[in-house]
């Protein structure tokens, strides 16, 4: 009896947090018992056979032979609990001296793993075997820890299919906690398959008709899950130059349907939602579904090509630095005579003129183009879409969407609290760029032709300001949205405060109204079928039943397209050993014995 009690307090030791098995102990089930059974070997390095198991006995002993350790669980009379009836305790084999374990199963490392998986869902394969043998000394495979993943991924997201089949309830939930926003889906052929799926929040669509500038980028970012599938997003831009998500979308595939349905959407929603349509600049990769669906959708607009993608078509159709430096020079050159100028230097290196006639000017030259991109060249949800699309693609699609609705959430309530600190004018980055102009325009002479009209001369041109057209002769200020150097000038000469030129989209006023509006979280989803009856649809959306789609994931490793920022690289390949599992070496510098 005393040396029961000493093993006891020794597996005590090596078990921390968890309760040795002693007779009379109960278990809630027979599942529950299995469970702590198979802990308690893993934990002490000793794997167990199963003799019997069933709902109402379980019965296990050690694996090796001759060793006398056993234990016989039964169900107890009446109740729905298990009692230890009779235990051996006393191990006479050496248990296991490797780390393979045979108890280490997927379901088990899917029951390990369901803490950190809710805390970092991007957790690898690699990190979660790297996890078990440092905590608990048990080497499992890759395909293990993968399974064990998808598993756990399941329990605490629910599968994939469960995410299209919740959809419509999902959508009804949205509209119903946040009342003008829109949440759509289209399912296609006889099983209904998912196709399509437009969601845009009330407090996006207030923000950017209220404060954002009239600027839209459209982007796209290509899911990696089982069911593959493409994220579409649409965004407009804040007064401090900060990306403001408006719209986003999932569609089974990247068509000219699907695109031209998607910017339909955002036509139609802006079209309920406003009286006078803003006369619009939309920027997209130069993508031949897009520049369609824009046109026919917003005839009206102003569309620009991302110069991202503009310069490495440049760079890849010349392979010059000195022309691609000029390149740029003409990207940026204010005026058509300076853009004229640039075009004439990389004629003297190259001719360029069969590539600008494939690459229209007004497309992605700021001289040309006739929209108003105020500084914005290449598309800043591109990175923020790349992230999203790492994040989610292996959340089932009602995950997906609570994740993107998540951060916008965290991202209104950070700038509602910014808002509320600003004290000037304008937004930080305009106040910066005025006091530019401000101090600039020191060395600037100021002729006044009439009361709206200046000459302002200096050493190298003479520009003309209209005050009330709000332009210069250089450009700046009507392609930027702020007062140039110039315009301050003359300005200031009539006692005026260049602030109050700058557009109203730049003001902390807009600012603060841009993310003046909650976005309300969406209940648990056991409270979706408690509507109110004057809410209750004749037929709901809950009770359409929504299949995956028909696009499956082919069989291999799906190819990764790394994002192109010069900040990011490709990861080294690393070795893994076949034999202990383990990173750094393969398994013939295995150290472990076989």
Known sequence: MEGDQILVQSEQNLVPGAQTLVIGQEFADVDTCRRAIKDMAIALHYELRVVKSDRSRFIAKCSKEGCPWRVHIAKCPGVPTFTVRTLHREHK????????????????????????????????????????????????????????????????????????????????QIVKTNPGSVATYRGIGPGNAFQRLFVSFRASIYGFLNGCRPLLEIDKADLKGKYLGTLLCVSAIDADHMMFPLAFGIVDSESDDNWNWFISELRKMLGVNTDKMPVLTILSERKRQVVEAVG??????????????????????????????????????LTASEFDAKVNEMMQVQDVMPWLQRFPPNLWAVSYFQGIRYGHFSLGITEILYNLSLDCHELPIVQTIEHIRHQLTCWFAERQNLAQSYNSVLVPSAEKLISEAIHDSQCYQVLR?????????????????????????????????????????????????????????????????????????????????????????????ADVILSPPNIRRPPGRPKMKILKIESMKRPKRIVQCGRCHLLGHSQKKCSLRS
């Open 93 to 172: 084999c050496e248990g296991v001296l490797n780390l393979h374990h045979q108890q280490a199963t997927v379901g088990w490392v899917a029951r390990s793993v369901e803490a950190r998986l809710r805390d970092n869902p991007q957790i690898k394969p690699k990190e979660i075997l790297q996890d078990i043998r440092e905590q608990h000394g048990v080497a499992v495979s890759y395909m293990q820890a993968w399974r064990g993943k998808e598993r756990s991924m399941a329990a605490v997201n629910g599968t994939l299919e469960d995410g299209y089949r919740l959809l419509p309830a999902y959508c009804e």
């Open 296 to 333: 026919s959708n917003f005839p009206t607009a102003f569309h620009g090509f991302c110069l991202r993608y503009v310069s490495e078509n440049f760079r890849d159709e010349f392979k010059n630095t000195k022309l691609l430096n000029l390149f740029w020079s003409a990207v940026y050159a």
């Open 449 to 541: 032709a009439n009361k709206v009209e200046f000459e302002i001369v200096s050493s190298e041109r003479t520009n003309i300001v209209d005050t009330q057209a709000r332009s210069c002769s250089c450009r700046r200020w009507q392609i930027y949205g702020i007062p140039c150097a110039h315009a301050a000038a003359a300005l200031l000469s009539c006692g005026e405060d260049p602030r109050l030129y700058a557009h109203d989209c730049f003001s902390v006023m807009k600012y603060r109204e841009t993310y003046s509006q909650p976005i309300y979280p969406i209940p648990d989803r056991s409270h979706w079928n408690n509507s109110s009856p004057g809410l209750q649809s004749a037929v709901s959306k």
